[in-house]
């Protein structure tokens, strides 16, 4: 998972957990990323809830590449409990985003 950073995925679980004021900012967020982040973060969301096994992080991101069709920014926050399949993939690629996510709090991000 070298194309996107722990830290830049909770940043986003953090704001989309406060979907309703941070919108703005949380499609800022995913907007200025690489298309490489972006298709990670999609492939992390996808693992999450299940349409992929953490086994198949290559073919996730593959196809997260291949059928970007809409805005990434789009495509997330319109997916119910974003937050919680990121998170979720996260796990299951062996990561622990808690940590990021209280050090970003911390920071005030």
Known sequence: MEQISV???AHVI???RELERGEGELR???ENMTEEEQA???????IG???FDAAEWDEAYETAVSEASTP???Y?????HMADHLEAGLEALGYD???EEDELLRRGA
Request: charged content about 15%; overall charge positive.
């Open 40 to 46: 990670a973060l999609v492939a992390i969301m996808w």
């Open 72 to 74: 990434t920014a789009n």
């Open 7 to 9: 830290r830049k995925v």
């Open 28 to 30: 800022g967020v995913i």
């Open 49 to 51: 809830r299940d349409a």
């Open 97 to 99: 985003a808690q940590d």
């Open 76 to 80: 997330l926050i319109g997916t119910p």
């Open 14 to 16: 953090l704001l989309a």
